[in-house]
């Protein structure tokens, strides 16, 4: 297989008339389009399966923390009717760890069939750092609360290990 950097740099806006990035955000990019939005898609169903495979191809839209991906779950979470398909769309989402999934985060806190893996949405953001904690203190807070209050008390242990990881990390700053 050849590859044409050139033109995919142009669809990518990696490249412009007179310059060139690169950088791991547009490798990323890259490889989306190298594979194509049919892989994208064909990728999130296995990964959402529990099929042979799903744990595999999950990680590898993980590796590339596929925005595409990410998008196709939702849409997933948001249209299908197929409670399981909901629960493991918003399970790949926690994975991908996209930053616009934040976004999403109060809604998977409000829904009582996916809130576990709501939080761990939350979670998994401020774990990679994709979310500044300093910055979203309020916002972050509230969703952990908002949390514990819709679960019925079920996920403090789990909002206790979040809060302990931030002091910690705000202790290494």
Not at 18 to 33: F, H, V
Not at 38 to 47: H, L, M, R
Request: hydrophobic content about 35%.
């Amino acid at each position: 297989m050849n590859t044409d950097w050139k033109k995919i740099g142009t669809e990518i806006g990696s490249i412009t008339k007179n310059s060139e990035c690169g950088g791991t955000d547009y490798a990323k990019l890259a490889i989306e389009n190298i594979h194509g939005e049919k892989w994208i898609k064909e990728t999130v169903e296995k990964a959402i399966s529990n099929e042979l495979g799903a744990e595999l191809a999950m990680s590898c839209l993980s590796l590339i923390s596929s925005e595409l991906a990410t998008d196709y779950a939702y849409s997933i979470y948001q249209s299908d009717l197929n409670l399981e398909r909901k629960n493991m769309a918003v399970w790949l989402i926690k994975h991908l760890a996209v930053k616009k999934s934040y976004d999403w985060v109060e809604e998977f806190i409000n829904d009582k069939n996916v809130i576990g893996w709501g939080i761990g949405v939350l979670d998994q953001l401020l774990w990679t750092e994709k979310i500044d904690y300093e910055d979203e203190k309020a916002r972050v807070d509230y969703l952990l609360n908002l949390a514990v209050t819709n679960s019925n008390g079920e996920l403090k242990e789990n909002v206790d290990c979040i809060n302990e990881y931030l002091k910690e990390r705000d202790k290494l700053k």
